[in-house]
Each structure stands twice: as C-alpha cells, then as structure tokens.
C-alpha cells in the first residue's frame, strides 16, 4: 500500500488538492518484480477557493496518530 498527496489545478485554473491510497499486488516474473493488480482509492479531492498562506492556525488540519493507525490497519486487514 501507497499513499500520494496530490496538488494541481484544473482546467478553469481552480487550485485543487488530493489523496489517493495505492493497493498494489506485485509477482516476479521472469525474474523482474511487476506489477499484477492495482487498486487506487480517492480519499478526498478539496479546490482552494481562497489564498492559503500556510501559516495562520485556524487554517490548518492536524491528524490523529491514532487515526493513522487506524487508516494503516484497515489497508493491512484488506490484503
């Protein structure tokens, strides 16, 4: 399992950030590691309708170490 932070903006120039989770499966086949199955989830896709300077507090998220565990078991339980 992966996890990608995507930013980039869209068509109308409308800023956008995203998470996806990755579940691969991987085989060697003649001799070389390929892929064999791959799964991408969408975790959240949010636009930014304004300016984010990055460092005001009421602007930022905070995660859970405990809510990452959680994230990373479910992924593992599903394997």
């Known amino acids: ?42 975790n959240y896709m949010v636009p930014w309708l304004e300016p984010h300077d990055g460092l005001a507090e009421e602007g930022r998220i905070y995660m859970d170490l405990d809510r990452i565990q959680r994230l990373l078991s479910v992924g593992s339980a599903q394997s």
């Open 1 to 42: 399992m992966s996890f990608a932070f995507i930013t980039g903006s869209d068509a109308e120039g409308v800023a956008w950030t995203s998470s996806c989770t990755y579940h691969d499966r991987f085989a060697r086949i003649n001799g070389e590691w390929r892929f064999t199955e791959r799964y991408d989830q969408v």
